[in-house]
């Protein structure tokens, strides 16, 4: 085997300008492959790190839903989430809804997103500064309080101790029909899932169902944390019994929803991945095939002194090999850089949350482009090994000495 490798690594190196050439080639259509292979489950994979981050391991929607993809509540939200409360190994069932709603301050009205929760402390958001919304047990009178994002505070000017507006309704005119009611800012936190340009702000649930005219006891989604990991899968089997309106999803079971809106990546990966492999294996096959027709002298030479036609086959194919190998420093440094901008520009897109990235490299990815493209210089080694094999000696050596 040692000897394959010397023969092997002494040809490559032979002629080392159309090495290089081939290896800067295959660098390239190995760091589309890479990027396809990251981007295949990129946003599954990020999401997966912001939930997580956020660590609700279960997430009750209506039925066949995603969070916030539309009006859509649980109605009796408040005692389903009760009831869970009560089961073993829940550390909290937090019933959230979440809206659009307009915002006025300092004369000026403009659109932000609502999530109101039960009361501060849920973890439905990480405060970044000032306090968070009261407790359960509320205050008697007094403004109400609410928390912000940071892009509220840095585009509109919104400060911990302003007062802010809040109206169901865009035009200043209209407002007296949806009862605006004036808010405390308290503190700016960072909300987990925000789009890029998305202006957030937190209340109290009672707070939103008055300023709405919302029914009691209803929710978008409810938020449950627990104490034992290992009680997830009974627990969600339990929630899905209690109600046949809602789902219950484990972190596992709402990327696989997820997987089911995103295969267009997965078929655009797909298609371009298989083309970066083909044009790998065309390359390859054609430099190998060319040096085993520039070295059938040498081929023959072996085989005189011993060499069988298996050992002759095996050097070509580790030839192939050592291609598609040598070619994987430039193909992840060039993948990577690549990857970079493409998901930048991806996420400029409306409507992404700031968290989330295409491209992901986690270590099956880099198995999985290492594997195919290791595989790929092996399979495209086997048609000039089956060439090299069937070189006739005694005719090759006599016209190598004839010319």
Do not use: C
Not at 17 to 41: K, W
Not at 146 to 169: E, H, K
């Amino acid at each position: 085997m040692r000897s394959l490798v010397f023969l092997a690594g002494r040809t490559l190196g032979r002629n080392r300008v159309r090495s290089a050439l081939v290896l800067l080639g295959l660098a390239v259509t190995g760091a589309l492959l890479l990027d396809m292979t990251m981007l295949a489950h990129g946003l599954e994979t990020s999401l997966g790190t912001v939930l997580g981050r956020i660590g609700f391991a279960i997430r009750v929607l209506p039925k066949g839903s995603l969070p916030f993809a539309g009006e859509e509540e649980i109605p009796g939200a408040d005692g389903l989430a009760a009831a869970i409360a009560r089961q073993p190994g829940v550390a909290a069932a937090v019933p959230v809804a979440a809206t659009n709603i307009y915002v006025e301050h300092g004369g000026t009205r403009f659109p932000s997103f609502v999530l109101a929760v039960p009361h501060g402390g849920t973890g439905g958001y990480a405060l970044l500064e000032g306090k968070d919304l009261p407790g359960a047990s509320r205050p008697a009178g007094g403004m109400p309080a609410a928390v912000i994002n940071p892009i509220m505070a840095r585009r509109d000017g919104v400060r911990v101790g302003d007062t802010v507006v809040l109206s169901a309704v865009p035009a200043r005119g209209l407002a007296p029909l949806a009862a605006p009611r004036a808010f405390r800012v308290t503190g700016i936190a960072d909300f987990y899932v925000d789009l890029a340009a998305q202006r957030s702000i937190s209340i109290a649930t009672a707070d939103l169902r008055a300023l709405q005219g919302r029914p009691a006891g209803a929710a978008s989604m409810i938020l449950v944390r627990l104490n034992d990991p290992a009680r997830t899968g009974p627990l969600t089997r339990w929630i899905a019994a209690q109600d046949p309106r809602v789902d219950a999803l484990s972190n596992a079971d709402f990327l696989a929803r997820l997987a089911t809106r995103l295969t267009y990546f997965t078929q655009f990966s797909l298609i371009l991945g298989s083309l970066s492999v083909a044009v790998s294996f065309l390359l390859i096959t054609a430099i190998v095939t060319l040096s085993v027709a520039e070295r059938l002298g040498e081929i023959a030479m072996l085989r005189a002194i011993g060499f069988t036609r298996a050992r002759i086959a095996a050097l070509v194919v580790l030839e192939g090999t050592a291609l598609g190998m040598a070619s994987l420093p430039g193909t992840f440094v060039l993948g990577l850089v690549i990857a970079r901008y493409l998901d930048a520009i991806l996420r400029q897109a409306p409507g992404l949350p700031v968290d989330l990235h295409f491209f992901v490299l986690t270590s099956s990815a880099a198995a999985r482009t290492i594997a195919l493209l290791t595989a790929t210089g092996a399979v495209a080694g086997l048609y000039p090994a089956a060439l090299a094999s069937r070189t006739a000696v005694a005719a090759t050596l006599h016209a190598e000495v004839q010319s």
